[in-house]
């Protein structure tokens, strides 16, 4: 989607390295989510924010973090990368409550 | 923990065939309901949402949601191969400062041969 991009697309790393993901908009919007996916799983809730500096955690944030210095960007750190970390990454935006706009996605491995 | 129910998949049905998606939540105060079409290899896509209870029709997509029964559904009729996707559905149970945040079912994969 033009509004919202995630970079990198592709991304293999080590275990036990950092790894950070960013997600930026365009949208001025002011919630900004991170998701993953896995089979047989869905789409779960990793970190969201309501507003810059303002972050909250979801169901399975334990060995992320995030940041929000700026409104457009929205970044999603795994501290020590582990291969449980291996999945599909989504940034999605929001204007309000309502439906999600969501990037491109990135899919990580961890070896 | 909110539950988001899908029927398990995978769907298949014929080309021109009405395809019924079915899900289930568990918060009695949800508020907005949304169902997303996610192709292979690609990110989720909104194509309905629907927040009173009843029909909303868009096209060949129907959107039905009954609160009391805590249910919502979506029709696609004259269904094209080109439906084949999984399917997800999501409901928001905003407040305060959860306010915007979607908790969504594992989805239904659909298969739609010509």
């Known amino acids: 989607d033009a509004g919202i991009t995630q970079s990198p697309r592709h991304k293999v790393t080590e275990t036990g390295t950092p790894v950070t993901l960013r997600c930026h908009q365009t949208e001025n919007h002011r919630y900004m989510y991170w998701y993953r996916q896995d089979p047989g799983h869905g789409l779960r809730l990793i970190h969201y924010?309501?507003?810059?500096?303002?972050?909250d955690k979801g169901e399975v944030s334990d060995g992320y973090s995030v940041s929000r210095s700026k409104t457009e960007d929205f970044l999603l750190t795994l501290e020590s990368a582990t291969s449980s970390q291996t999945s599909v990454y989504f940034c999605?935006?929001?204007?309000?409550?309502?439906?999600?706009?969501f990037g491109s996605g990135t899919r990580l491995t961890v070896v | 923990q909110k539950e988001v129910e899908q029927n398990s998949g995978p769907l298949s049905v014929p080309e021109g065939a009405i395809a019924s998606l079915n899900c289930t939540y568990s918060d009695r105060v949800s508020q907005s309901f949304f169902w997303y079409r996610q192709y292979s290899g690609k990110s989720p896509e909104l194509i309905m949402s629907i927040y009173s209870n009843g029909d909303k029709e868009d096209g060949r997509f129907t959107a039905q949601l009954n609160k009391a029964s805590q249910y919502v559904s979506l029709l696609i009729r004259d269904s094209q191969p080109s439906d084949s996707a999984t399917y997800l559905c999501?409901?928001?149970?905003?407040?305060?400062?959860?306010?915007?945040?979607?908790?969504f079912g594992r989805g239904t994969q659909l298969t739609v041969w010509p």
């Open positions: 999501a409901v928001n149970s905003g407040s305060g400062s959860t306010l915007g945040r979607l908790y």
């Open positions: 999605a935006i929001s204007s309000s409550a309502a439906g999600y706009t």
């Open positions: 924010s309501y507003g810059v500096k303002d972050t």
